[in-house]
């Protein structure tokens, strides 16, 4: 027995579009047909019928590298993601120096049952990987179903050594983890950033300038580095240039099982809009920072040839005033400027205009990059990112003829401003379903905070280990088993 029918709808999914009913019942799509009938129906004749789209890295509730709060509460944030048609979200429980990474999680944990409209997993980010962290609280939180951490190379307090990075790596081996790398080459940040300041160049434009095109790609190098030594796939976070992705090719090349993603602003968004006057750029200021015209072509192209797996929105909340971005003033130095922009709304509606109606992708690309691929490589699949038997009806009535002119009241998040105000895209979700319940109909928010649920997952494939050790770990010639601790079953003991 069926609670609801999608009627009439064109299906979308990463590898074809039809015609066909969506039959739901207990929140999960149990058949697809035609003529499907239930008590409960939605006819979405003209319309297509996406999967909800997963939001795999975004900053909800959570302190920043230098202690700043963002602007967003759970409750604003997947409010602002149910309003642009993304019902997966995996954001952060942030570790600082000295805190106990169980304890963390639990905070952030209690955070999100208080507030998330959407359903929600944490990557574990890694500032300090003490032994009681990596042997005492990650085995205990992979139990729990958390299945994937992020650690930044660049950042003061939160960055890792590689020695640290290694450390990691080798612990997230042991539970089968993916491990999402910020991969920016923090002494040429550092040393640039001071030159620029001591010679009072200051303005926000500066801050491109400052994070190199040269340090991403060398992160990158090294990330993949570490990745071959230990065998652990890795995910490069944000990739924003040219020199970037040709990093990532060369992984690839030498074996690294190495994924890549690129975010929206990247692909709209050029350091241009750093240089407005005064101050203004401060709401532009994000790390990796927005790049040039020539990088976002490279970026289409590599996700249309498979060199990056997915667009996330990096949100990344800091309000555009003294809470946030001009914490220092209304003209701040760009060293100043707490680093991100919010996305969540937005991610969606620009993405789709871009690829469907700009020529950079069909809708099954669209669908892949923004709900399948993020759902798979963090082990969400078995529920998320594709309209699927079994899958949870977390579904999108969609209507490619609305055009909407995007501005920072209908993100509705708490910055009070939008990177991408005034842009019209065309395509819009006019109806959210999450787990088959109506959780937006056109602008009308109806999910109640604290009814989103927390994802247990375990590292799925894209996070197992490929058998290939370096040389000097192999374990028929060495002792890698030993050295890596490994429970995975490729490598002997
Ligand atoms: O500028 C950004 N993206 N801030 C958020 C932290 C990060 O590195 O993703
Ligand atoms: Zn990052
Ligand atoms: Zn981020």
């Known amino acids: 027995m069926l609670d609801l029918v999608i009627q009439n709808g064109q299906v979308v999914t990463a590898d074809g579009s039809f015609a066909a009913d969506i039959g739901i019942a207990g929140g999960r799509i149990v058949t697809l047909g035609l003529g499907l009938d239930a008590p409960q129906k939605i006819d979405a004749a003209g319309k297509l019928v996406l999967p909800g789209g997963v939001d795999s890295h975004c900053h909800i509730e959570q302190l920043s590298a230098a202690g700043i709060m963002n602007a967003d509460t759970f409750e604003s944030a997947t409010r602002s993601a149910a309003l642009g048609g993304t019902t997966t979200v995996i954001s952060f429980a942030a570790q600082h120096v000295g805190m106990r990474l169980k304890t963390v999680v639990d905070d952030y944990a209690a955070l999100a049952r208080k507030g998330a409209l959407v359903d929600y997993a944490f990557h574990l980010i890694m500032a300090e990987p003490r032994p009681d962290v990596l042997d005492e609280d990650l085995p205990e939180l992979a139990a729990l179903g958390h299945a994937s951490i992020k650690m930044f190379l660049t950042y003061d307090k939160i960055r890792l050594e590689d020695a640290q990075a290694l450390a990691v790596l080798a612990a997230a081996r042991r539970h089968g983890m993916m491990v999402c790398i910020h991969a920016e080459n923090h002494g040429m940040i550092q040393w640039l950033a001071n030159k620029l300041v001591e010679r009072g160049y200051t303005h926000p434009k500066y801050h491109a300038v400052s994070h190199p095109r040269l340090g991403e790609a060398e992160a990158i190098d090294r990330a993949a580095a570490m990745s071959l030594l230990l065998d652990q796939p890795v995910m490069i976070f944000h990739v924003s240039t040219v ?251």
């Open 243 to 493: 020199e970037g992705l040709a990093a990532v090719r060369r992984a690839r090349a030498a074996g690294a099982k190495l994924w890549a993603e690129t975010c929206t602003h990247y692909l709209v968004l050029t350091k241009a809009d750093l240089d407005r006057p005064g101050g203004e750029g401060a709401k532009w200021i994000c790390s990796p920072p927005l790049r040039d015209a020539a990088d976002q072509e490279a970026l289409w192209q590599a996700l249309a040839d498979g060199t990056l797996q997915t667009v996330s929105s990096d949100h990344a909340p800091y309000a555009a005033d003294a809470s946030g971005k001009y914490m220092a003033g209304p003209e701040p130095g760009f060293k100043q400027v707490p680093n991100g922009m919010p996305g969540l709304a937005f991610r969606l509606p620009i993405l789709w205009d871009q690829m469907v109606n700009h020529g950079h992708g069909s809708p099954e690309a669209f669908v892949r990059l923004a709900c399948t691929e993020p759902a798979r490589l963090y082990g969400l699949d078995d529920r998320k990112g594709s309209i699927t038997i079994g899958k949870d009806a977390d579904l999108l009535i969609w209507d490619p003829a609305r055009a909407v002119t995007l501005t920072a009241a209908l993100a509705g998040d708490n910055t009070g401003y939008t990177p991408f105000e005034g842009m019209t895209v065309k395509g819009w979700p006019t109806t959210v379903l999450r787990r088959g319940e109506v959780i937006v109909a056109g602008s009308e928010v109806r999910a109640s905070p604290g009814s989103g649920r927390f994802l247990a997952r375990q590292g799925g494939p894209a996070a197992q280990p490929t058998g290939r050790l370096a040389p000097e770990l192999d374990p028929t010639q060495n002792f890698g088993a030993e050295l890596l601790e490994s429970q995975a079953a490729d490598v002997p003991k």
